[in-house]
């Protein structure tokens, strides 16, 4: 699914852990999602399309950026972003429903907001309309070194 394409990104979410807590016979708030990189990158616009896997459970999703940091396909890390280089594409990513557990150590937890203003009207769940989701991606360095750079995934570009 092209998730920046949406209006509202948070609903579609939403109705993911829905399903799977429909599907399992779970309570929808004990989930949370799982994210897992995969090798392949999506644009929307290319006339061939690679294959991408079938999942039994979950959505992949493309069409996103990532601000102040990139995706290192080698190391299957987030890395410092290339010199000149503002937003690097994240390749696409498999968002899997869990049951509630801990995040794994070694892990970014990136904000996805859906414009660069990182601002919006605060909501009747007290996050800003403009935050969708944390992404908790691999990372060989801390998080505190992420968060001094402002690095952020976006569903859209200001150009």
Not at 113 to 124: E, F, H, I, Q
Request: proline share 7%; hydrophobic share 40%; glycine share 6%.
């Amino acid at each position: 699914f092209w998730l920046s394409g949406f209006f509202f990104p948070q609903g579609f979410l939403t109705g993911v852990l829905q399903t799977f807590a429909r599907k399992y016979n779970q309570p929808i708030d004990a989930l949370t999602f799982k994210f897992i990189v995969l090798d392949e990158y999506y644009d929307q616009t290319a006339e061939t399309k690679p294959e991408l896997p079938a999942v039994a459970d979950g959505v992949l999703v493309h069409g996103l950026f990532m601000d102040a940091f990139r995706w290192d396909d080698e190391a299957r890390t987030v890395t410092d972003s290339r010199p000149g280089e503002m937003q690097a594409h994240l390749p696409v990513m498999h968002m899997l429903p869990v049951v509630n557990t801990p995040v794994e150590s070694g892990r970014y937890t990136s904000p996805l907001y859906k414009t660069s203003v990182r601002a919006g009207v605060l909501s009747t769940t007290g996050h800003s309309t403009n935050f969708v989701v944390a992404v908790h991606l691999p990372s060989a360095l801390p998080e505190d070194y992420w968060i001094a750079k402002g690095a952020a995934l976006l569903c859209q570009l200001d150009s």
